[in-house]
């Protein structure tokens, strides 16, 4: 079973850019699709991005998708969402799963720890 490592957050002016990893042990990774998701204090975890196992495939939040990056590197059992031009409303703590791709994503492993992620001036 997937084991899952978020790095990566930490606080960060609006307008700013972040790298998050994620990282995973176990010797299954690129048989998985990996999505990356979102949580604040009080609401729902919420869908971010998506890659297919082999990355011919992303997804991106709607809302998202004009300032967020999904990607992977199969031979380092790591998935990456890059985030720029960083607002408030992106404050959360973010969090990578295994995914079977498509919505509504559903999440096929125990979450990690996260890393969170504050936007503030």
């Known amino acids: 079973q997937l084991q899952l490592v978020e790095s990566g957050g930490g606080l960060v002016q609006p307008g700013g850019s972040l790298r998050l990893t994620c990282a995973t042990s176990g010797r299954t990774f690129s048989r998985y699709a990996m999505g990356w998701f979102r949580q604040t204090p009080g609401k729902e975890r919420e869908f971010v991005a998506a890659?297919?196992?082999?990355?011919?495939?992303?997804s991106v939040r709607t809302s998202l998708a004009d300032r967020f990056t999904i990607s992977r590197d199969n031979a380092r059992n790591t998935v990456y969402l890059q985030m720029n031009n960083l607002k408030s409303e992106d404050t959360a703590t973010y969090y990578c799963n295994a995914v079977t791709f498509g919505a509504p994503y559903p999440p096929l492993a125990p979450w990690g720890q996260g890393t969170l992620v504050t936007v503030s001036s």
């Open positions: 890659m297919s196992d082999t990355g011919d495939r992303r």
